[in-house]
């Protein structure tokens, strides 16, 4: 048997005035993801615990079939995974983002998605000037990633940890806010504090972002620290569910989640994790996986990207080109392979109305073999709402796609 997972990050939204009162997955022309529908079933799937924070951590974690509940620790170490960051037992990963905060609100977290080749010398100085400091009783490390997502390590000496039980915001759920309202609370409040404040004048200073302010781009004033945790212990997906993986992604934390079951990692030149990403790259890559492994993930963050930024056209565009040039060809070549089936699913909501993530299940399509159509006819939420097939916990939905329960 082949499997394909296909997500469309954050696509499941609310309906909009701006698109005659439809969600995004209505108004888009989605004919292979309809056509699964059509082939198979439409449902739904709670993928994020109402204890836990909406966001593709926890709700990966759990579209990929593992309780958040219980194997949870932060957004952070998931990434450190894909980076090839070791974390001792005593460390903490951080998420760092290069943030835009020109007014004391968060007006951009991505900074202008300033690329990967502007960001990694901005980290780099952050290191030079901070890194090896010992703060909080631990030693910090500053690591660069993909365009604005970074990693901070505190290297700690001692089991206690003043990160433990800290309380961290989102960037991306406060859009221009007053970053004075989100600030880090709990015992790590001070740590984070300080080393946010520190950057000010390290990043202000750097040629990076004096280029960027000469070029009209947003500079990356500050850094924003949060998704904090320890290294957690997961059970290879392979021993829980028998496929042999692969994992399609642009962002290190779905690459983390990937790398941590015990998936191959696959790299696509041309993949941004952003509107502007190789789509038809990243399905060639995806069908060509297919020969080599059981199953194959393709990630895309496009759609939850035009959610942060409030564009509903490009959410809609980004949701036609996953149809047209990833869910498309996957389901052309699945069935040379024999028995097969396909998941098309977001792992969490992204609502256009808020910018920002949201509770809440999301709609699912499968098709394949020994799955029996239901007479659905789109790949939408009003179709998945209206299903007697739904996952509440969403973690329950892998097994069964699988046909192991």
Known sequence: MKYAIVIPDGCADEPLDALGGRTPLQTARLPHMDRIAQLGVVGRANNVPDSLTPASDVATLSLFGYDPLA??????????????????????????????????????????????????????????????????????????????????????????????????????????????????????????????????????????????????????????????????????????????????????????????????????????????????????????????????????EAPDEASHEGRADEKVKALERIDEHIVGPLLAALPRYGDWRVLVSPDHRTTLRTRAHAYGAVPFAVAGSGVAPQGQTAYDEPTAAASPLAFDPGHNLMRWFLGRG
């Open 71 to 300: 194997v949870y620790t932060g957004r952070a170490p998931l990434e450190t995974a894909a980076m090839g960051i070791h974390l001792g037992p005593n460390d903490f990963a951080v998420r760092c983002n290069l943030v835009y905060v020109p007014d004391g609100h968060m007006r951009d977290f991505t900074a202008g998605h300033i690329s990967s080749e502007e960001g990694a010398p901005l980290v780099k100085a952050l290191q030079h000037e901070l890194g090896g400091r010992e703060m909080g009783g631990g030693v910090i490390e500053f690591h660069p990633g993909v365009q604005y997502r970074n990693i901070l390590v505190w290297r700690g000496k001692a089991a206690a940890s003043p990160l433990a039980g800290t309380k961290c915001q989102p960037p991306h759920d406060i859009p221009d806010r007053a970053v004075s309202d989100y600030l880090p609370q709990g015992p790590g409040r001070e740590l984070l504090g300080q080393l946010m404040e520190a950057s000010k004048p390290i990043l202000a200073d750097h040629p990076v972002n004096k280029r960027r302010v000469a070029d009209g781009k947003k500079p990356a004033t500050q850094v924003w620290l949060w998704g904090q945790g320890k290294a957690p212990t997961i059970e290879p997906f392979a021993d829980q569910y028998g496929p042999r993986g692969a994992i399609i992604s642009a962002v290190d934390l779905v690459r983390g989640v990937g790398v941590l079951l015990g998936w191959h990692r696959v790299d696509v030149p041309g993949a941004t994790g952003y509107l502007d990403t190789d789509y038809a790259a990243k399905g060639r890559f995806g069908v060509e996986a297919l020969g080599a492994f059981d199953l194959v993930c393709v990630h895309v």
